[in-house]
T-cell receptor, first 113, second 113 residues
Framework: IAGITQAPTSQILAAGRRMTLRCTQD?????MYWYRQDLGLGLRLIHY???????GKGEVPDGYSVSRANTDDFPLTLASAVPSQTSVYFC????????????FGEGSRLTVL | QQQVKQSPQSLIVQKGGISIINCAYE??????FPWYQQFPGKGPALLIA?????SEKKEGRFTISFNKSAKQFSLHIMDSQPGDSATYFC????????????FGEGTQLTVNP
């Protein structure tokens, strides 16, 4: 089934540890995004990539980094996790820079203690 | 600057009733106006979207009404069903600057049987 796969589904992490959330899509979409979702704050954009080899900062990029070595994969790394990064993280993609529909993965729930 | 304001934050409706969720925006350059639906434990998914050349779009029980002069658009769910219980997000944006994807804070809809 075509779509976006995120891993892990959930993770508990000690503060200060490094963590990479994985995201893979098989739709050959050019644009990919990472959002975090917190109660009462909706979805906030962390980083995005409009095409392989390029990335950009979103609304809340501090403490996070991304890479886009190929079309399919867009990992999100927390270099040194802090409790405020406890959240549900969603990876999303869309066909290209100009079309509207976003396709989301099922999310990764991260708890930083 | 808050570009998107969604209301209400939560809504309880009886089965068969009409659910109305509103989204007000500030950026007059927005040219794509979607609503996303999110069930618990899942990622958001596009429900219905409108472009500013029309004032209303209907898909089954779901209707978007768009008021360009008031800079707002709304989602109407007719004959609401318990299966419609979910969180709804508006996410207006400029398609030519896809990186600026701004979601509303979300409306949690509960439809009682």
């Amino acid at each position: 089934i075509a779509g976006i796969t995120q891993a892990p589904t959930s993770q508990i992490l000690a503060a200060g540890r490094r963590m990479t959330l994985r995201c893979t899509q098989d739709m050959r979409h050019n644009a990919m995004y990472w959002y975090r979702q917190d109660l009462g704050l909706g979805l906030r954009l962390i980083h995005y990539s409009n095409t392989a080899g390029t990335t950009g900062k979103g609304e809340v990029p501090d403490g996070y980094s991304v890479s886009r070595a190929n079309t399919d994969d867009f990992p999100l790394t927390l270099a040194s996790a802090v409790p405020s990064q406890t959240s549900v993280y969603f990876c999303a993609s869309r066909r290209d820079f100009y079309t509207g529909e976003l396709f989301f993965g099922e999310g990764s729930r991260l708890t930083v203690l | 600057q808050q570009q998107v304001k969604q209301s209400p934050q939560s809504l309880i409706v009886q089965k068969g009733g009409i659910s109305i969720i509103n989204c007000a925006y500030e950026n007059t350059a927005f040219d794509y106006f979607p609503w996303y639906q999110q069930f618990p434990g899942k990622g958001p998914a596009l429900l219905i979207a409108i472009r500013p050349d029309v004032s209303e779009k209907k898909e089954g029980r779901f209707t978007i009404s768009f008021n360009k002069s008031a800079k707002q658009f709304s989602l109407h769910i007719m004959d609401s069903q318990p299966g419609d219980s979910a969180t709804y997000f508006c996410a207006p944006w400029e398609e030519t600057s896809g990186s600026r994807l701004t979601f509303g804070e979300g409306t949690q809809l509960t439809v009682n049987p």
